[in-house]
């Protein structure tokens, strides 16, 4: 008889499946944008990447601002497809793809403290992360959208696994 896993118990109730949101990337592609306009431009009025572009020739310092594009669409293809967080009335279920290790499941009642967190931008395009802390394991979840709407359902879901049967 094959096991099952716990995310096929279909005695679990799921209260919300979600993953990472696209937006949490902003601030990375901000950044990567600044630094790469930097480097088309900055032959003209920085004597540093002029002495590169000339060691380097002119389409190699454009080369190297046009490389990082292809590694950030991976990263953000990859969290976008892979990042799940699942609240069901036991657990969190956490998968962050096959790069990474598994997850154990965290139980709701051993949830505390709940943290929401984020950068300033993130934060005014409704994104974060969301940590929690089950005994002395440390779990970060990273891209949430609406990060306190998220903590309240699971607040909700730790309340309702509480209570007496």
Not at 37 to 61: E, F, K, N, R
Not at 65 to 87: D, E, H, K, Q, S
Not at 146 to 158: C, D, G, N, Q
Request: hydrophobic residues 50%; contains cysteine; charged residues 15%.
């Amino acid at each position: 008889m094959p096991q099952c896993s716990p995310t096929d118990d279909p005695s679990l109730s799921d209260h919300l499946w979600v993953g990472y949101h696209p937006r949490a990337m902003a601030p990375l592609i901000v950044v990567v944008a600044f630094i790469s306009l930097l480097l088309w431009t900055g032959q003209w009025y920085l004597d540093d990447i002029s002495a590169l572009a000339v060691q380097l020739g002119g389409w190699a310092t454009f080369a190297i601002a046009w490389g990082v594009w292809p590694a950030v669409l991976v990263v953000f293809l990859y969290r976008c497809v892979t990042f799940t967080y699942r609240i069901t009335d036991q657990a969190v279920f956490v998968d962050f793809g096959p790069l990474y290790y598994p997850v154990t499941p965290l139980r709701l009642e051993t949830l505390d403290p709940i943290v929401i967190g984020g950068g300033w931008l993130a934060r005014q395009l409704g994104v974060g992360y969301v940590e929690l802390q089950a005994g002395d394991r440390v779990l970060r979840l990273k891209g949430v959208w609406h990060p306190k709407s998220f903590v309240e359902k699971l607040r909700a879901a730790k309340n309702a696994a509480k209570l007496p049967a």
